[in-house]
């Protein structure tokens, strides 16, 4: 073994989550999955605190109860990790029904996600606050028994976490952006949430942020200057063969929309476009998959479009769904208003699928074989919506580029660049102690 | 003795406008930005670069020729958007130093898909040529260089040509070099001349890369690469883009002090001179038959056809435009007929590769759609209405009546 390798290993990182599979309602979840267990196989010890509710989750990973610290190494995806679990009221997305909380008290309450995975309903009221400082204080408690030399903060419930953990034990905070409050609220951005995310980043050595489009949000709402703000692009886990499997000539073409189903995504743009659609088209349904605190008004509004008929919802979908979902789609559209980066698109071009993107999300930075479009402008997103249907040497060519052009997205690259970060944050951090 | 052959390539192509399925009107061509460009390359390029071969063809006393090949196209654009360019052209006929070349009015691949339509085009670009600059061409060049067996015999059909520009792609030549005048197997009457494309696109290409192992590029070295090919051709065909004057080398890589020093140092060895393709082919009789049973093309590092038919959505474009042949032709309605044809402009498919696209190179540069995704998606939409535009056209045609006769 070379001295470069037997530092790899060496390193631990003290990782502050909210969201794992299978507990899952967004693509942080997914992103976390991916990142730990490329990590893992990179050889650095990784250490993942969760805030879960208790429960009996199913898939592959290992949960693990606050007093039942165990290592995760029974799981084959990771040999390298441990997983804490905080019980905590803890919930990233507000979800169906929500819609009453009192975003501007600074008071969130939460309750369960009725069409969500595997929780309880009794774990998920309270204040949203509090338990952000439960959860750091657990994670304080933690921290204190472990051994890492960095420590690394998804998203901003984690932020006051990571930062109490690195001033405690003295280790640098790498805090990485999925999204920021102004991409989940638009205009009306939460000052305490807002609040927080600014701390984090503050307090932090390095920023990851997932694209360009997120660090220009980080440089411009929150002053962090441009050197300090690292993109590290996300990635996608390759299920997928190249193989369409949807038959040429089948009765209805399937347009899916999947994600939640909020402000955020851009749902009613989707049906907006979806009426023009059906004014050139009329064998095409509109499937939305998801769940959020819009959809009884999207459902309600796709009826008075009078196009009921022709959108479909399925609630919300996980694992081996979502990957059925798009596996009948001919096309995938991701109408995001808003989107730090966007893993679906990712994972409708590993499925073949063609995707047809807003041009505000991260990953239209960086992927070619996609359609692209402003949230905004219904007409060029129904042109290019009623192209993909009609023309089917478009599909074919945009689903086997786009299947293709997946590959260049691995959890490893990520991975390694996360790496490089730590390694200049530890450096900085020994070279301070020097002085 | 070694003879330059300089062929210049003038096209600009006929753009889209933003077309989408909502769209119902028959102006199809963006005449903004068609304006824009024509206007923005003309000062660029067109203007500077006739004024620079006038000024050389005056300095050289008439022993610096060129030859161009202007696409119908671009000559209607000039007419409308930069006429002073056409004045420029005119004087440049006048000096009988230059030789104008046929082409398809269009720029098309009519050749590949519809022989009577390719026959049309040849011959009206041939009445163009011929109205504007007092000269009927000679010598053919098809769109892109594009060539196989099956061209010469149409050429021959067509009658009034004498040669045939096309690529010297090395499949084609194995041991022999583009240097000299050679004949095609299918037809008796005409020659071929074939690009160098070594030295073309030291010019074309290399100019102004500093990673180049020859940057920077002088004429006196040129010069010295020309002198070096007597003894073993007759002649060196640089056949190259007008645009690399200016437009894809630009002014300050030095290209036009390049080309202005070229004749000079070119002609200071005594047995270099300048021909036009014409002249060439009555001085070199030629050495041997070049068989190209496939097709071949200038285009990229292949040389082939898949810069325009590479992907399934180009080949689905070219097919449904040529499927409408026969119904635009009987709507008898020269709109129709014209717009048809302006869609057949090889560009419009060009815009459309997909190979290469991630890298964004050469094909993106000349790309104004965001993607080749993009271009399909327009062109279909601009040709799904001329469909519907030739079923109206022949509904409202006026009935012929027949007389049945018992």
């Known amino acids: 073994m070379d001295p470069g390798t037997e530092r790899i290993a060496a390193m631990k990182t003290f990782m502050l989550g909210w969201e794992f599979p299978p507990y899952i309602s967004g693509g942080l979840g997914t992103a976390c999955y991916g990142l730990t267990k490329a990590m893992d196989k990179l050889g650095i010890k990784v250490t993942f605190v969760l805030p879960r509710g208790t429960g009996n989750p199913v898939g592959s990973v290992k949960t693990i109860g606050t007093s039942d610290i165990r290592t995760a190494a029974q799981s084959e995806q990771f040999t390298n990790t441990k ?51 439960q959860y750091a204080e657990k994670a304080m408690l933690i921290a204190g028994a472990e051994d890492f030399d960095v420590v690394h903060a998804h998203d901003w419930m984690t932020y006051p976490a990571g930062e109490a953990v690195s001033r405690q034990n003295h280790k640098p905070l790498v805090v990485h952006v999925h999204s920021t409050e102004f991409d989940r609220s638009g205009k009306h951005v939460n000052q305490t949430v807002y609040d927080i995310e600014r701390m984090g980043m503050h307090a932090a050595s390095k920023v990851i942020a997932v694209s360009n489009l997120t660090k220009e949000t980080i440089v411009k709402h929150y002053g962090i200057p441009q050197a300090k703000v690292e993109v590290v692009y996300n990635a996608v886990e390759h299920n997928g063969d190249g193989v369409c499997r949807i038959p040429a000539e089948k009765k209805d073409k399937i347009v899916l929309f999947l994600g939640r189903i909020t402000m955020q995504k851009g749902p009613e743009y989707f049906l907006a476009a979806a009426k023009k659609v059906l004014q050139v088209i009329d064998n095409v349904k509109f499937v939305m998959a998801g769940s959020g605190d819009m959809m009884h008004k999207i459902i309600e ?3 008075s479009m009078g196009i009921g008929n022709k959108v479909l919802f399925t609630g919300f979908l996980s694992g081996e769904d979502v990957n059925r979902a798009f596996k009948m789609a001919d096309l995938y559209v991701m109408p995001s208003v808003s989107e730090p980066f966007g893993i679906s698109s990712l994972e409708a071009m590993d499925q073949n699928v063609p995707v047809l993107m807003s041009k505000q999300s991260g990953i239209s930075e960086v992927v070619t074989h996609a359609l692209k479009v ?52 530890i450096e900085q951090a020994k070279s301070k102690e020097k002085i | 003795m070694a003879s330059v052959c300089f062929y210049f390539q003038v096209h600009q192509p006929q753009r889209l406008r933003h077309y989408t399925i909502f769209d119902h009107s028959d102006n199809y061509l963006d005449d903004y930005k068609n304006a824009e460009i024509c206007r923005k390359v003309a000062n660029k390029c ?99 260089l594009i060539y196989n067996n099956g061209l010469p015999p149409i050429i021959d059909q067509i009658g009034g040509f004498d040669a045939i520009i096309t690529e010297g792609a090395d499949h084609i030549l194995g041991y022999r070099n583009a240097n000299f005048v050679y004949r095609p197997p299918t037809s008796t009457k005409l020659k071929l001349l074939l690009k160098n494309y070594r030295l073309s696109d030291d010019i074309a290409f290399r100019f102004s890369n500093r990673d180049w192992g020859q ?7 040129f010069a010295a690469w020309i002198n070096n090919v007597n003894g073993c051709g007759n002649v060196v065909n640089l056949f190259m883009d007008y645009e690399t004057f200016g437009e894809h080398q630009w002014e300050d890589t030095g290209i036009f002090n390049f080309l202005r020093h070229l004749p000079q140092a070119i002609l200071r060895h ?30 990229d590092i292949e040389r082939d056809l898949s810069a325009w038919r590479g992907n399934s959505m180009q080949e689905n474009a070219l097919a449904e435009l040529y499927r409408l042949e026969g119904k635009v032709k009987d709507t008898e309605n020269p709109g129709i007929i014209d717009i048809w044809r302006r869609l057949q402009t090889s560009d419009h498919f060009y815009y459309m590769c997909t190979k290469w696209f991630s890298d964004g190179d050469v094909h993106k540069y000349f790309n104004h759609y965001n993607s080749p995704y993009d271009a399909y998606i327009n062109y279909m939409n601009v040709l799904d209405n001329l469909d519907s535009c030739c079923s109206e056209a022949i509904l409202k045609k006026p009935q012929r009546v027949y007389e049945l006769s018992a």
């Open chain 2, 215 to 221: 940057w920077p590029l002088t004429a006196e070295k």
């Open chain 2, 46 to 144: 067109y203007l500077p670069a006739n004024r620079l071969m006038l000024e050389l063809i005056r300095k050289h006393k008439r022993k610096f020729k060129i030859s161009y090949s202007i696409t119908g196209v671009l000559l209607e654009q000039l007419e409308k958007f930069a006429p002073d360019v056409l004045t420029t052209f005119k004087q440049l006929a006048d000096t009988g130093c230059v030789e104008f070349l046929g082409e398809t009015y269009h720029h098309s691949l009519a050749f590949l898909y519809s022989k009577d339509e390719f026959i049309d085009q040849v011959k009206a670009h041939r009445r163009t040529i011929k109205q504007l600059f007092g000269q009927t061409p000679r010598i053919f060049r098809n769109t892109e």
């Open chain 1, 301 to 303: 509004l796709a009826a």
């Open chain 2, 270 to 299: 005594p047995d270099n001179n300048f021909k036009t393709p014409s002249e060439v082919i009555r001085s070199y009789p030629p050495v041997d038959i070049v068989d190209v049973p496939h097709t071949i093309s200038w285009a």
């Open chain 1, 374 to 425: 402003d949230f905004w402008d219904i007409d060029e997103m129904a042109n290019k919506m009623t192209a993909v249907l009609k023309r089917p040497q478009l599909k074919t060519t945009l689903g086997k580029n786009g299947f293709h052009e997946s590959y260049r997205f691995k959890w490893e690259d990520s991975a390694a660049k996360v790496k490089s970060i730590y390694e200049e944050v």
């Open chain 1, 83 to 133: 997983f804490h679990v905080i019980s905590s009221k803890l919930k990233p997305y507000a979800s169906v029904g929500s819609h009453e909380h009192n975003y501007s008290s600074g008071k969130i309450l939460l309750e369960i996600d009725d069409t969500g995975p595997m929780l309880s309903p009794d774990n998920y009221t309270g204040d949203i606050l509090t338990a952000v400082s």
